[in-house]
């Protein structure tokens, strides 16, 4: 019997509408009890007096390179990061080499997972055989094997007909079909964004419409099919005003929004000098792009926040910045960055920051976590909502460091992890 007691917390828990100082007593990797002070002369005791004690936050969308491309990242030490970030839980998409488009792929990610006994992972299957766009990947075998989500993120999928075959496929099983939306003849070559900077930098440009297209064409898909839609990194005003349409007309159409698209402009391509840290796909929007994400999350039509963790290798990153690779990692920086944003700036109310990080991810995805209810898993994300510090890419778990924001002070960092009861990350 391992006992876990967890005092003088803040608990936040938005599945419950708890909002009030409790504390809550954890025994063998399920939640026991949550109240008023509760003594447990046999507990571990960990004072949370000034934390913030949520159900585990969950990171929808991250790229953990394993298989095929571990000296990016593992699964051992993407979970490692997950953990140190404050989250209990990520889904991870397919684009590994092998590509998880089969059952044995799906396996063995869940296999490395519980070895490496951090985050939980959960593997996003491949809508398409090896990401080519063309043969729908073995998506009832994948599920049956754990597969939580369908994706080819990292590519958009192309044909609309085999769109619409996996969004009803995906009625079988229930689960979503998560686009990054793309429409490669618009994005064209593109680097950054398309507009004023850009121009002047003299780099290609991604348009704004590049997204939108797509955005739009699986909202139609979705109210052709009925399937369940998620958008991934969705980083423009136009594709959420695609998003609250679908909303508006019943749709089972959500989307997920990034902590780099909702702090950082296209300008920071410009003052970094080209800093290949500030690419990534999306491209970082102008300011009224961004201003718009940002109301869209606090109005709510944003579903999440996810990270897009895309670890690359340093070397990879030190070229040209129309060489590089798209993706910055953000495991580790996710939950200041959005916490100072939202909640420090834009004074979010702590529950709906709860909900954005943690439960709705899990009602989306239908995974187990979510909430602090009596009986269900012990995922517990606890912060401090006062703590300041300088993000030190040296002292990152994750295999890359491949971050825009090092050296950035910001406010509300994780303290504590807690997966199925376990203390897997403890600051300090
Ligand atoms: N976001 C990125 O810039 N890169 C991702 C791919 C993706 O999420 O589309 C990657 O796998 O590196
Ligand atoms: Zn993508
Ligand atoms: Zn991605």
């Known amino acids: 019997m391992s006992r876990l007691l967890i005092k003088n917390g803040r608990v936040v828990d938005p ?11 954890v025994v063998d990797g399920k939640i026991a009890r949550i109240a008023e002070r509760i003594t447990d002369k046999d507990a571990q005791v960990v004072d949370a007096t000034g934390l913030v004690v949520a159900p585990g936050f969950i990171d929808v969308h991250v790229h953990l390179r394993e298989p095929g491309y571990e000296y990016k990242e593992t699964i051992e030490t993407g979970s490692q990061a997950a953990a140190a970030g404050g989250f209990t839980a990520v889904c991870c ?3 590994t080499n092998p590509v998880n488009d089969n059952p044995a792929v799906t396996e063995y990610i869940l296999a490395r997972a519980r070895e490496a006994a951090a985050a939980r992972v959960y593997p996003i299957g491949a809508i398409s055989k090896g990401l080519a766009g063309e043969e729908l ?5 994948m599920v049956l094997a754990g597969a939580v989500a369908f994706s080819d993120d990292g590519k958009p999928v192309v044909s609309s007909y085999l769109m619409r075959r996996a969004m009803e496929y995906s009625l079988l099983f229930d689960v979503p079909i998560v686009d990054h939306c793309e429409e490669p003849t618009l994005s064209a070559r593109g680097v950054m964004h398309e507009g004023a900077v850009a121009t002047r930098l003299g780099l290609r440009g991604i348009p704004a419409a590049a997204e939108e297209v797509m955005v739009w064409r699986n909202v139609i898909l979705a109210q052709l099919t009925g399937a369940r839609v998620h958008i991934a990194h969705l980083s423009t005003a136009g594709s959420l005003e695609a998003v609250r349409q679908a909303k508006a007309r019943g749709l089972r159409v959500s989307c997920e929004v990034t902590p780099h698209h909702l702090t950082l402009t296209d300008q920071a391509v410009a003052e970094s000098n080209y800093d290949t840290n500030t690419k990534m796909n999306p491209p970082l929007r102008s300011a009224e792009h961004v201003e718009a994400l940002v109301e869209g999350v606090l109005d709510g039509t944003v579903d999440c926040l996810a990270t897009d963790h895309a670890p690359h290798h340093w070397d990879e990153k030190s070229v040209e910045f129309d060489k590089a690779p798209f993706g910055i990692v953000g495991l580790e920086t996710a939950l200041p960055l ?4 939202l909640v420090v700036k834009h004074r979010m109310p702590l529950s709906r920051f709860v909900a954005c990080w943690s439960t709705n991810p899990a009602r989306l995805f239908k995974l ?22 300088v993000v030190n890419p040296e002292k990152f778990r994750s295999r890359s460091r ?9 406010r509300g ?9 376990k203390v897997v990350y403890r600051r300090g």
Request: cysteine-free; aromatic content about 6%; overall charge negative.
């Open 15 to 25: 599945s419950q509408k708890l909002d009030e100082g409790l504390d809550v007593l």
């Open 93 to 95: 998409m397919p684009n």
């Open 137 to 141: 990947a073995e998506m009832g075998e």
């Open 338 to 341: 959005t916490f100072d944003l």
């Open 368 to 389: 187990p976590g979510g909430t602090l209810k009596v009986g269900s898993p012990a995922d517990i994300t606890v912060f401090d909502p006062e703590l300041r510090a």
């Open 402 to 410: 491949n971050t825009p924001f090092a050296g950035k002070r910001l």
């Open 413 to 421: 960092w994780p303290v504590m992890t807690v997966v199925g009861g």
